[in-house]
């Protein structure tokens, strides 16, 4: 494969870090020491001097082929980075720290270049080809850990989504949906599927859905609830929403939703006694205490 | 199959929709199903959908109408095991369906019916009598 000629600073750059990787190794390690990282012990000296040793490694044969990060050669440098941010992100560690470990290789760099350069020229060229270098890796690194850290929060809201939808059975005929959290759109529909299916399922005449985890309600969180009822009703159950404390109560008549047609009690208690009632059912004291 | 078989027991009429419906599936049953309770005397309907995976607001409004044509005619009609991927359907489709009466399946669908023509004070009279 025919590479293009490379500039005398790129050469240089290269030539640096095939030539004299442990010594860079050693600076830059001590400049990372310098600014802090893995004072807290989060991560050991040997992990970094690893993770140090294998990006020097992984750049000089990348470097050979041009400073374009983006381009083919490059892949398992970014790879590499990808890793690494993942695993600083799982860490703990912030944007910055992440950061740092990349562009902390700027000082080591500059220092070998400046006393190997012979000329000015040179000097200023491979300068700039160092800074641009390293900001582009560094920014690959910041970009990645960034899509790792959003990939965590996508995963979170799943988990979340799944965690804050039981459908209890709280008795023969009777299911209960405690809610927790705010209601948005997509939590409605998965949450009034479950409710349905939990219907079907155990033939329940009775739901219950409790609203004494949800912080706050407005229209649209009314609307949403107004459409459960209805659907619940269409399928030939009764709704009844419990857990409705007093400022909710001031809000939604403040807001003028009406909740007209739609039974509410003012606690899971309350509305598990109706439905007791609406069942024909009669708790009593087995004998007097 | 271009009709929905009307079924009579006693003073009720029991229809099954076991088939998607088209539009002209729901207009001939409409018609039918008006005739039936005229010509019989029914004091109530049990429509049972369970069966139906489909609906459009077509369909959703049709049911609603058809249910309340049959209590112009004097019969109280329930619609029974609607399925709750339809009735999120309806719902979305901003048909409440208002006025119709429903349960969860054709048995409990039978006792509501007897329980909301009993306080109605119509008797019922047993078909084998």
Known sequence: MMLPPMSQSDALVLDIIQQDAPGLLGDWLAELKARGTGADHRITEAELHEQGAELLRLLGPALSSGTDVNAEPWRPVREFLERVSRSRATQGFSSTETATFVFSLKRPLFTRAQARATDAATKGEATWTITELVDRLGLYTVGAFQKSREEVIVRQQEEMLELSTPVVKLWEGVVALPMIGTLDSARTQVVMESLLQSIVETGSEIAIIDITGVPTVDTLVAQHLLKTVTAIRLMGAECIISGIRPQIAQTIVHLGIDLEGVTTKATLADALSLAFKRSGLVVTRAKAV | ?129
């Open chain 2, 1 to 129: 199959m271009d009709r929905i078989p009307i079924l009579r027991m006693g003073d009720y009429l029991l229809v099954t929709i076991q088939v998607d419906m088209h539009d002209q599936l729901a207009l001939t049953l409409q018609d039918d199903l008006t005739t039936a309770i005229q010509r019989a005397g029914a004091k109530g309907v049990l429509i049972d959908i369970s069966a139906l995976e489909m609906v459009d607001s077509f369909i959703g409004r049709m049911i609603a109408n058809i249910s309340r044509m049959g209590r112009i005619l004097d019969a109280r009609t329930v619609v029974t095991g609607m399925r709750p991927a339809v009735a999120i359907t309806l719902v979305e489709l901003g048909l409440s369906l208002s006025g119709v009466d429903t349960a969860l399946d054709v048995e409990r669908g039978m006792r509501r019916l007897r329980k909301v023509l009993d306080e109605a004070g119509v008797s019922s009279a047993d078909p084998e009598d």
